[in-house]
């Protein structure tokens, strides 16, 4: 049988299945019928593991699944410094003209960043007017107070 998905054309060839009847018998609307199951599954499953939405699974050979094998932590290990240590460190920081560098393109930064938030809100602000939404045009107002 020649099957296509997404424009990709492939051949199946179903393989026959043995069917049992069942011993369970039913009636619905009047009509009796009976179960079946298939004897055994013709094939295997394959084994794969997988990754939904960040949780990650494996497929067993019956089908089923289960929790994938989370792999094992290392624990992280870092060096203890006495105190006297940590505080000649953080001296030759601030010392350091490339510290000093890169304390004033921070400040820099957000000096920057505080700037373009003023602006996005003040541009909110005079859409709201526009609009006539009073109670969006409270909260931007106060939210601009808090920003500075």
Do not use: C
């Amino acid at each position: 049988m020649q099957l296509t998905y997404r424009g990709a054309h492939y051949n199946r060839e179903p393989q026959p299945v043995d069917m049992v009847d069942s011993p369970i018998q039913g009636t619905y609307r009047g009509q009796a019928f009976s179960f079946s199951y298939p004897r055994h599954i013709p094939v295997p499953q394959p084994v794969h593991t997988l990754t939904y939405r960040g949780a990650t699974y494996r497929t067993t050979e019956t089908g089923q699944t289960m929790p994938a094998p989370r792999p094992v932590a290392r624990p992280v290990t870092s060096p203890v410094t006495s105190l006297s240590q940590a505080s000649a460190k953080r001296a030759m920081a601030s010392t350091n003209p490339r510290w000093q560098t890169s304390k004033a393109q921070f400040a820099e930064y957000e000096q920057t960043h505080q700037m373009h938030i003023r602006r996005r809100l003040q541009q909110r602000i005079e859409a709201a007017k526009a609009r006539g939404d009073y109670k969006l045009l409270n909260l931007l107002q106060n939210e601009m107070q808090q920003a500075g």
